[in-house]
């Protein structure tokens, strides 16, 4: 950001910190003009600490970014990721279901729909259980997928958050940690000669994916006496390396493509979201493309300040930039998102934890804040106290739906009971004076101190967003809708939300330290901590 931009926010911070928010939510027609809504998705932002001229200097710092032409860039196929050269096309994988012109070009396009048929094609055969075309043997009742990062968490979310559109037809399990714990666990519970694993691996050189590839590999082999080709049977991949898949046994048939102008972290619109596809049918995963590409024709035709995703950005980067909280807590009040604070951890802080510009200059601002969460409920009995009452300010977003995916209607009465008041009680808090009314016992200075104690400063921000329902459509809304929350964030701050260099380093030095547990020598070129820990496991072996 401009240094300019950032003194606007400064200014604007410093005229609101008085401001309680209990008086910004006194004022009239607080809710009416502080929500949006975009298909299936409400955003309110009514309990944020901004008022209309706060919100107003946001909304002129992103249009001299020039957030529309970045936005236009993308779903274009521009080169935003400029480190390493490449356009930036998740948008076109659902691009079929947009109800507006694709910008894409139409090779992408092409290659796309071919995909997409080739996963219907494969899909229907498992569920016909008629996969002789494939090479694949009958009778498969068990999905692993194997893959780490984007290649795990949004298919996890998904797959997880959707349970409720399943065909019933397979069990799907995930093994993304190279910890041979979960794998051990799975292979005692499965029958070998009915699973098929899914090895996601753009590069199929992911270490965690083909160890436990090679695990499993070994696993349905020894079910046929070690007959390696008919475990290989049990494989498909998804990868842009056919070669080394085939390497492994796994004709072009059974390798699905991953390209470079998708992230993984934004891939679980391609064949990374096979096991989606193949857990809820095609019918639904075109639903949940459907519902992303909603979200892509709002953020590509709505103005600023109507705009979901560029509101969600600029209330994240009023709260990092201009009220300087470091974390952010994602609060979804459905079972189904539980993996949702986990999946938006990877979304923002593996695109936007960057502390230097695109021309390699240091930031004037902060990047993203911690990213956290857990479900409500639960987290109201585990660190919402410090939310409340502790010396950090903590900015939330409060998640649920409006109906329910079961019929306990009073359990979801109760659930999106909790998520409006606990949005109140951070806004709100409760004044000394009313704890000190409450307080009708022991001697004054013992009053004083109970109610010291049971004060809350409130104040402390949050959005509301809710879905009407938690289906394949709006779930698809509400991730496109954090996607582009990052793009315009990357914009506000210059940096490179597409790369991710902080994630190469630990993997570089862990192949360098593995063979040394394993019993060769101990560099001496590595540090004394590394050296000691080594030989201490090497001791207590």
């Known amino acids: 950001m401009l240094a300019g931009q950032l003194d606007i926010l400064a200014r604007e911070a410093a005229r609101l910190a008085p401001v309680h928010l209990r008086e910004l939510l006194a004022a009239p027609q607080r809710f009416e003009r502080f929500s949006r809504r975009a298909g299936p998705l409400l955003l309110d932002f009514s309990r944020q600490k901004l008022d209309d001229t706060a919100l107003q200097a946001l909304g002129t710092i992103a249009q001299e970014c020039g957030w529309q032409q970045r936005r236009d860039a993308m779903f274009r196929g521009d080169v935003l990721n400029r480190s390493e050269q490449r356009p930036v096309l998740h948008t076109a994988l659902r691009a079929c279901e947009s109800q507006l012109p694709s910008t894409a070009p139409q090779a992408v396009a092409d290659e796309i729909a071919t995909t997409l048929k080739r996963m219907s094609e494969l899909v229907d055969a498992l569920e016909r259980d008629d996969t002789g075309a494939f090479g694949i043997p009958a009778g498969i009742t068990d999905i692993v997928n194997l893959g780490i990062g984007g290649s795990d968490l949004g298919p996890r979310l998904a797959v997880e958050a959707l349970s409720g559109y399943a065909t019933g037809r397979f069990a799907c399990h995930f093994l993304p940690n190279v910890d041979g714990h979960e794998t051990a666990a799975l292979m005692r519970r499965l029958d070998p000669r009915r699973t098929l694993v899914l090895l996601v691996s753009k590069s199929f050189t992911t270490q965690e994916t083909l160890l436990n590839g090679a695990v499993l590999r070994r696993w349905i082999a020894q079910a046929y006496g070690g007959d390696e080709s008919r475990a290989a049977a049990h494989f498909v991949a998804v990868s842009a390396n056919v070669e080394a898949a085939r390497a492994l046994g796994i004709p072009a048939e059974r390798v699905l493509p991953m390209w470079d102008f998708v992230g993984g972290r934004y891939s679980v619109w391609s064949a990374v979201g096979l096991v989606l596809a193949i857990a809820i049918g095609m019918p639904n995963f075109r639903a949940f493309l459907r519902g992303a590409a909603l979200m892509d024709d709002h953020f590509?035709?709505?103005?600023?300040?109507?705009?979901?995703?560029?509101?969600?950005?600029?209330?994240?980067?009023?709260?990092?930039?201009?009220?300087?909280?470091?974390?952010?807590?994602?609060?979804?009040?459905?079972?189904?998102?539980?993996?949702?604070?986990?999946?938006?951890?990877?979304?923002?802080?593996?695109?936007?934890?960057?502390?230097?510009?695109?021309?390699?200059?240091?930031?004037?601002?902060?990047?993203?804040?911690?990213?956290?969460?857990?479900?409500?409920?639960?987290?109201?009995?585990?660190?919402?106290?410090?939310?409340?009452?502790?010396?950090?300010?903590?900015?939330?977003?409060?998640?649920?739906?409006?109906?329910?995916?079961?019929?306990?209607?009073?359990?979801?009465?109760?659930?999106?009971?909790?998520?409006?008041?606990?949005?109140?009680?951070?806004?709100?808090?409760?004044?000394?004076?009313?704890?000190?009314?409450?307080?009708?016992?022991?001697?004054?200075?013992?009053?004083?101190?109970?109610?010291?104690?049971?004060?809350?400063?409130?104040?402390?921000?949050?959005?509301?967003?809710?879905?009407?329902?938690?289906?394949?459509?709006?779930?698809?809304?509400?991730?496109?809708?954090?996607?582009?929350?990052?793009?315009?964030?990357?914009?506000?701050?210059?940096?490179?939300?597409?790369?991710?260099?902080?994630?190469?380093?630990?993997?570089?030095?862990?192949?360098?330290?593995?063979?040394?547990?394993?019993?060769?020598?101990?560099?001496?070129?590595?540090?004394?901590?590394?050296?000691?820990?080594?030989?201490?496991?090497r001791s207590l072996r």
């Not at 990047?367 to 106290?385: D, L």
């Not at 004083?448 to 400063?457: D, G, I, K, N, S």
């Open 300 to 537: 590509r035709t709505a103005e600023w300040h109507d705009n979901l995703p560029v509101l969600l950005a600029l209330i994240g980067v009023w709260n990092r930039n201009g009220l300087g909280h470091a974390a952010h807590g994602v609060i979804p009040y459905l079972d189904g998102l539980a993996e949702l604070p986990a999946f938006l951890q990877q979304l923002e802080m593996e695109s936007l934890g960057k502390r230097v510009g695109q021309n390699g200059e240091p930031l004037r601002q902060a990047t993203v804040p911690v990213v956290w969460g857990s479900v409500g409920t639960n987290a109201q009995h585990a660190f919402f106290q410090a939310l409340h009452q502790g010396s950090d300010v903590v900015p939330l977003d409060l998640i649920g739906a409006v109906r329910a995916a079961h019929p306990l209607a009073d359990n979801h009465d109760a659930l999106l009971a909790n998520l409006l008041a606990q949005g109140a009680a951070f806004a709100l808090g409760k004044t000394t004076e009313t704890a000190l009314s409450e307080a009708t016992s022991g001697t004054t200075a013992e009053r004083e101190a109970l109610a010291a104690q049971r004060t809350f400063p409130g104040d402390r921000p949050s959005s509301t967003l809710l879905l009407d329902a938690l289906t394949p459509e709006s779930l698809g809304a509400l991730i496109a809708l954090y996607e582009h929350k990052v793009l315009v964030q990357a914009l506000l701050w210059d940096i490179n939300a597409f790369d991710q260099w902080g994630v190469e380093l630990g993997k570089v030095l862990a192949k360098s330290i593995l063979p040394a547990l394993t019993g060769a020598p101990v560099p001496e070129s590595f540090d004394a901590s590394t050296r000691g820990l080594i030989e201490t496991i």
